[in-house]
C-alpha cells in the first residue's frame, strides 16, 4: 500500500518512543524475563506513571474498590479472555503469549494506541513475540484482534488496518505484500449446523499480493489467491483463483487482473479484462 512519510515534529518525542521499545524489545528478549509481569509493570507505567509500583497501588486501602479493581486489570493474571474457553485452547502455549495479547489490547485503548508512529512500532515488536511468523515491515493498526495468535502466520509487508479479526483457532497463513483492509474477519473455524457445540477447524490461507477490502469475510478452509481481491463486504465461501476478483455475498470471480491474464487470452490495451462466468 502507498503511504508517504510523516516525521514527528519534535525528534526528542520521537527519541523518546524508540527508548520505549528499545527497553521493551531488550527486556522480552531476555529469556528468563516473567511477562505476566512485564505486562503488569509497563501497564502500569503507561496508566499511573514512571514511579509507580503496581504492589503499592493494588495494595492501597485509602483507594477505592473501584480504582483497586481497575489496578487489578493492569496483570493480565487478573483477567480472562474469550480464547482461554474454546476447547482448541492449549493452555501451555496461551498463557506464553497472552500476557503481550493484554499489553497490546490496553495499549491500544490508551491515549498511545491513536498514536500510528508508536504503535505500528510496539505491535510490529509484539507480534514478532507472539505470532507463529511474523515477517519483516509488517504494519499492525490499532484494535486488530486475534484469537490465539500462536496459530498465526504474516510475511513480510503485509499492513492490516483497523478493527481487524483474525481467528486463528485453527490457523491462518497471510503471505507477503497483503493488505487486509478495516472490519474485515478471517476465519479458521466454523460450527456445525445442527449441533452449536461442534467445532470444526480448518487452515486459511491469504497468499502473497492478495487483497481484502472493508468489510471482507473470509471462511474457515479458504485460500484466497495470490495477488487476487475480495471486494467490500464479499463473503469467501469458495477458494478464489489467483489475480482473481471477487464480490458479492458469496464472492463470486467477476474479473481477472491483467496480470493473470498475459500468455493467455490477454485483453487488448485499452479493454477491461473478460468476466469470469460460474
Keep these: 500500500m502507498a503511504s508517504r512519510p510523516v516525521p514527528l515534529a519534535n525528534p526528542n518525542v520521537a527519541h523518546l518512543y524508540e527508548r520505549f521499545i528499545d527497553n521493551l524489545r531488550a527486556r522480552l528478549e531476555n529469556p528468563k524475563i516473567d511477562r505476566d509481569v512485564l505486562c503488569r509493570d509497563v501497564l502500569t507505567q503507561i496508566f499511573y506513571g514512571e514511579d509507580a509500583r503496581y504492589p503499592e497501588l493494588i495494595e492501597d486501602g ?38 503481550l495479547l493484554w499489553l497490546w489490547i490496553q495499549f491500544d485503548h490508551s491515549p498511545l494506541g491513536q498514536n500510528v508512529h508508536l504503535g505500528v512500532m510496539l505491535r510490529r515488536l509484539l507480534a514478532k513475540h507472539v505470532f507463529k511468523h511474523c515477517g519483516e515491515g509488517i504494519r499492525i493498526f490499532r484494535d486488530v484482534e486475534v484469537s490465539f495468535g500462536y496459530n498465526l502466520s504474516v510475511g513480510d509487508h503485509t499492513t492490516i488496518h483497523r478493527k481487524v479479526l483474525l481467528d486463528d483457532r485453527g490457523e491462518i497463513v497471510i503471505g507477503s505484500n497483503v493488505s487486509i483492509s478495516d472490519y474485515a474477519n478471517i476465519y479458521s473455524h466454523a460450527h456445525d ?28 478452509g479458504m485460500t484466497v489467491g495470490k495477488n487476487s481481491m475480495v471486494g467490500t463486504m464479499g463473503v469467501v465461501t469458495r477458494p478464489v483463483p489467483d489475480h482473481h476478483i471477487n464480490v458479492g455475498i458469496p464472492a463470486k470471480s467477476v474479473r481477472v487482473k491483467r496480470e493473470g491474464l498475459r500468455g493467455r487470452d490477454a485483453a487488448a490495451p485499452g479493454t477491461v479484462p473478460r468476466v469470469v462466468q460460474e
Design 62 to 99: 485509602s483507594r477505592s474498590v473501584g480504582e483497586r479493581m481497575l489496578v487489578a486489570q493492569l496483570d493480565p493474571r487478573n483477567v480472562t479472555l474469550e480464547a482461554e474457553y474454546y476447547a482448541e485452547c492449549d493452555p501451555v502455549r496461551y498463557n506464553r503469549v497472552k500476557p
Design 193 to 220: 449446523i445442527e449441533d452449536i457445540e461442534r467445532v470444526t477447524c480448518s487452515r486459511t490461507v491469504i497468499e502473497d499480493g492478495a487483497r481484502l477490502t472493508y468489510h471482507a469475510v473470509v471462511l474457515a
